[in-house]
T-cell receptor
């Protein structure tokens, strides 16, 4: 079945450690997105990519990095510079930037 | 700046209709969306409406848009326990499909 796969479902980070969240889609979508969700808040855009080898900062990019080497993959690295990384991270994709976004099931990141 | 507001909580009895409301400030939207999020899961696109439409109906779901008042609503007819979830209103702001989300409304369906 076509869809967006995020892994792992749960992730724990130690102080000073970088961690990478995986997002893979087999929908042949050009655009991909990363959001952060905190309790009681809406989603906030971290990074987005409209096409392979291109990505742009969203509203809260500090402490995060991404790459888009393949159309189907858009990994997110939470660096040690992100001081409050505990959140639910959601990846999304759309056929192009003007189409509705479809979401993966999310990764919950916690601090040890 | 852009802002999308929703009430935090709604409780209804099974079989009744639910109406979830949303107000927004950005008048340049092309699409307005409703997403559903079940516990521990991602967001599921329920429906969307073009900004030049007033209403869209899809089975039990009815979306109403009052563009003048910047008010969007989602009506769920014959609400079921499986409809219990958080519902997010969202809209795009043109260009690169930047989407602004509301804070979500938690719908509780009482059997």
């Amino acid at each position: 079945d076509g869809g967006i796969t995020q892994s792992p479902k749960y992730l724990f980070r130690k102080e000073g450690q970088n961690v990478t969240l995986s997002c893979e889609q087999n929908l042949n979508h050009d655009a991909m997105y990363w959001y952060r969700q905190d309790p009681g808040q809406g989603l906030r855009l971290i990074y987005y990519s409209q096409i392979v080898n291109d990505f742009q900062k969203g509203d809260i990019a500090e402490g995060y990095s991404v790459s888009r080497e393949k159309k189907e993959s858009f990994p997110l690295t939470v660096t040690s510079a992100q001081k409050n990384p505990t959140a639910f991270y959601l990846c999304a994709s759309s056929p192009d930037p003007n189409q509705p976004q479809h979401f993966g099931d999310g990764t919950r990141l916690s601090i040890l | 700046g852009e802002d999308v507001e929703q009430s935090l909580f709604l409780s209804v009895r099974e079989g009744d209709s639910s109406v979830i409301n949303c107000t927004y400030t950005d008048s340049s939207s092309t699409y307005l969306y409703w997403y559903k999020q079940e516990p521990g899961a991602g967001l599921q696109l329920l429906t969307y409406i073009f900004s030049n439409m007033d209403m869209k109906q899809d089975q039990r779901l009815t979306v109403l848009l009052n563009k003048k008042d910047k008010h969007l609503s989602l009506r769920i007819a014959d609400t079921q326990t499986g409809d219990s979830a958080i519902y997010f209103c969202a809209h795009d702001s043109g260009g690169y499909q930047k989407v602004t989300f509301g804070t979500g409304t938690k719908l509780q369906v009482i059997p």
